[in-house]
């Protein structure tokens, strides 16, 4: 049964940082590119950055770039999220997230989330 687990959330003041984590289970992580998503009050879910399987190819949604950084440690079956100067507007629950292909289906699965409060 593949399990996604985040921690790492908090409230933290505008400039500052946090450190995401998620500890996969139950698949083969090192298989599989993994994904932060992140839904705001009153938005969408949206995807935040992606990792592919040896970590050889990052990308990034333009409002991050150059301020967060998506990591893994396939021997820990971990993946990371680093966020530095962080902004009111980064606010929102953080979701990892991994898409499978098995047998033909395409198998989507969440962690329960996260919360990264961004305020004064």
């Known amino acids: 049964q593949v399990q996604l687990v985040e921690s790492g959330g908090g409230l933290v003041q505008p400039g500052g940082f946090l450190r995401l984590s998620c500890v996969a289970s139950g698949f083969t992580f090192s298989r599989y590119a993994m994904s932060w998503y992140r839904q705001g009050p009153g938005k969408e879910r949206e995807l935040v950055a992606t990792i592919t399987s040896a970590g050889g190819s990052i990308i990034y949604v333009d409002s991050v770039k150059g301020r967060f950084t998506i990591s893994r440690d396939n021997a820990k079956n971990t993946v990371y999220l680093q966020m530095n100067s962080l902004k009111p507007e980064d606010t929102a629950v953080y979701y990892c997230?991994?898409?499978?292909?098995?047998?033909?289906?395409?198998?989507?699965?969440w962690g329960q989330g996260t919360q990264v409060t961004v305020s004064s």
């Open positions: 997230n991994t898409l499978q292909f098995v047998s033909g289906s395409k198998l989507n699965y």
